[in-house]
């Protein structure tokens, strides 16, 4: 058995929405997907979580002190809402009834289940493999981040938007903190993102990580940075979904480079004001 461990704030619910649904996609499978409310706004939480709770593998957790009057207003933080690594922090640890767990983001919609089972079954082969994501990026020494607007040398990581870890990831004392080295110039600093440096941890203690094989690309899409949105609404979002859906996989999934080209060329006419490369405005001071 596996859990999903979800949260959402307000900017992902319209996306949201077809990610939570996607999850009815799995069978053969024993499992739950926790959707944690990252202050979510109240008119927001009537309006979908009723709709959420009908699914039978669908449990949220809220904290009832997460009023729309006490929402984070520090400007340091990166929107109205907590930190991701302070929840996987404080709540992944709760997650010890499954021998699998799963950071997943609302943004990371399944188009197909071949990947998950794929994923499992390499944990299962593999007794020293700790953790299996979607997508990794290898060291990168010169790394320009559009939110800090600095360069910098960027560790490797497997991404958190849909990463499987083992229940003993849970005995891991490091934290998912995103992590920074200075050093003496010329060089750049060292960074870790965010599980970054957790990761790291887990491979110095003997463990094995891997990324998904490629060939599954198309089972699933990272919309992307929806915590960061400001543009995307009800009355955009199907269109905006179709398209990053083709752009990816083409028509029908078929991968045709034609259909993913009039997508992306669409896609970049109707949507080019989209912007989630930074920090919404006022936030992240």
Known sequence: MITFFMPVTDRDMVIADYSVRSYARITGIPFKLVIYSNWVLSSL?????PQWRELPFVEIWENPEHTDDRKPSDRKLLGPFELCYTMWDREL???????YHATVDADCEILDQAFIHAM?????DNPRLIAISTDYNPRTERYYDSYLNRVFTLNERWHTHFCIYRREALDCPVSHA???EPRPAPLLPEVWDDAGYFQRALKLAGHELEVLDRRYR???VHYGAFGHNRDIDESNIALYRRLMIIRRNGLFSRGDLLSRFIARALGSIIFRKVDRATFAPGWAK
């Open 120 to 124: 499992l079954r390499r944990l299962e």
């Open 93 to 99: 640890k709760k997650l010890t009834d499954t021998p």
């Open 178 to 180: 995103f992590h920074e």
């Open 218 to 220: 198309r089972s699933y």
């Open 45 to 49: 939480r009537a309006k979908y979580f």
